[in-house]
T-cell receptor
Framework: ETGVTQSPTHLIKTRGQQVTLRCSSQ?????VSWYQQALGQGPQFIFQ???????GRGNFPPRFSGLQFPNYSSELNVNALELDDSALYLC?????????????????FGPGTRLTVL | QQQVKQSPQSLIVQKGGISIINCAYE??????FPWYQQFPGKGPALLIA?????SEKKEGRFTISFNKSAKQFSLHIMDSQPGDSATYFC????????????FGTGTKLQVIP
C-alpha cells in the first residue's frame, strides 16, 4: 500500500509568483484535503476535493485553488504569492463513500511541501 | 475563530513519567476527536481518536479522556519515552459532510532521560 506523497519537498518563490503543489493520494482513497501549517501552528484547513469537485473550503481567499484528477491525485495552486503564504502545505487523503461510516474517515497526511516566499 | 484550544504549549517530562495535554472545544456539533503526532519534517500521523459516546479510550500507553459536558478532552501518555518527543495536536471534526479537521495549536513534548 502506497502512502500519501507530495511534491516538491521544498520550494522557494518570490512575492507575486504562482505555485503549484502536487499530491498523490493513498491507494483506495478518493478524497483529498489540503492544509496550511504555519511555523509553530496547527494545520489550517484550506479545502477538500471529492469526485473532482471542491467539497468544502476554509477561510482562504480565491487565489488558493485546486484540482482533483480522475486518479484522485490533486493539485493546490496559489496565485499572487504573499510573504504570509510561507508555510508547510499538507495534503491528506481519505475514503468517502455512500453508506460508509463517513463520520470517522481517518485522514492520512503526506510529509508536506515547505513553501518559502521571499 | 479558534474552535479547539490546546494547552500547554510545551511540556518537558522525565522518562517514565506521565505526559498530559488538554484540549477544549466550542462547537457541540463536533463528534470525532483525534490526536495527531508530528515529528519534525513529517506530516501529522493519527495517534488515537475518540467518539463522544465514550468517556475514555486506551491504546497501549496512550489514553484519551473525554468530558462531553465540559467540552474538554485530554491525552495521557503513560511511561513517557524519549521517542515520544514530538508535537501533539488535538483535533475535532464534524459528522458527515466534508471531513474538515480543526486542529489545536499544538504541544511540543520533550521527554528527557
Amino acid at each position: 500500500e502506497t502512502g500519501v506523497t507530495q511534491s516538491p519537498t521544498h520550494l522557494i518563490k518570490t512575492r507575486g509568483q504562482q505555485v503549484t503543489l502536487r499530491c498523490s493520494s493513498q491507494s483506495g482513497h478518493n478524497t483529498v484535503s489540503w492544509y496550511q501549517q504555519a511555523l509553530g501552528q496547527g494545520p489550517q484547513f484550506i479545502f477538500q476535493y471529492y469526485r473532482e469537485e471542491e467539497n468544502g473550503r476554509g477561510n482562504f481567499p480565491p487565489r488558493f485553488s485546486g484540482l482533483q484528477f480522475p486518479n484522485y491525485s490533486s493539485e493546490l495552486n496559489v496565485n499572487a504569492l504573499e510573504l504570509d503564504d510561507s508555510a508547510l502545505y499538507l495534503c491528506a487523503s481519505s475514503y468517502s463513500g455512500r453508506g460508509s461510516i463517513a463520520l470517522y474517515n481517518e485522514q492520512f497526511f503526506g510529509p508536506g511541501t515547505r513553501l518559502t516566499v521571499l | 475563530q479558534q474552535q479547539v484550544k490546546q494547552s500547554p504549549q510545551s511540556l518537558i517530562v522525565q522518562k517514565g513519567g506521565i505526559s498530559i495535554i488538554n484540549c477544549a472545544y466550542e462547537n457541540t456539533a463536533f463528534d470525532y476527536f483525534p490526536w495527531y503526532q508530528q515529528f519534525p519534517g513529517k506530516g501529522p500521523a493519527l495517534l488515537i481518536a475518540i467518539r463522544p459516546d465514550v468517556s475514555e479510550k486506551k491504546e497501549g500507553r496512550f489514553t484519551i479522556s473525554f468530558n462531553k459536558s465540559a467540552k474538554q478532552f485530554s491525552l495521557h501518555i503513560m511511561d513517557s519515552q524519549p521517542g515520544d518527543s514530538a508535537t501533539y495536536f488535538c483535533a475535532a471534526s464534524l459528522a458527515g459532510g466534508y471531513q474538515k479537521v480543526t486542529f489545536g495549536t499544538g504541544t511540543k513534548l520533550q521527554v528527557i532521560p
